[in-house]
């Protein structure tokens, strides 16, 4: 079964990146899941100081708002993996392993599958 693990960030360094958390974390992560065969897709997104976000009004005017260089008073989504374990238990258990879950939450999301 697929699961996503999204990575949301609690800090930023200085330089933008994710607190308490080295590339070098990253890249072991990564060829951790890799190496097991469970890694189906995953990305790192850029600029997390900065979203865009487009909604529709009852009247049907498009607004769109950014978050601004300011990100203590936001979610910090800085990417995703979607890995294929048996289940949730094995999703949960590579959650934990992920670096993003050190100082901050990994949210864990089975896939739907749809028939055709």
Not at 40 to 48: K, P, R, Y
Not at 99 to 113: F, K, L, S, T, Y
Request: with cysteine; glycine share 10%; charged share 25%.
């Amino acid at each position: 079964m697929k699961y996503l693990l999204l990575i949301h960030a609690s800090a930023l360094e200085d330089n933008g990146s994710p607190a308490g958390c080295e590339p070098a974390d990253w890249m072991a992560y990564e060829k951790e899941v890799r190496d097991a065969g469970v890694y189906v897709t995953g990305e790192s997104l850029a600029d997390l100081v900065t979203a865009t976000t487009v909604k529709i009004g009852a009247d049907g005017q498009r607004s769109i708002t950014t978050d601004g260089p300011f990100a203590e008073t936001r979610e910090l989504l800085g990417g995703f993996y979607v890995l294929d374990v048996p289940d949730l238990d094995a999703a949960l258990d590579w959650a934990a392993r992920c670096p993003g879950a050190r100082d901050g939450a990994v949210v864990v999301r089975p896939i739907a599958e749809f028939p055709g």
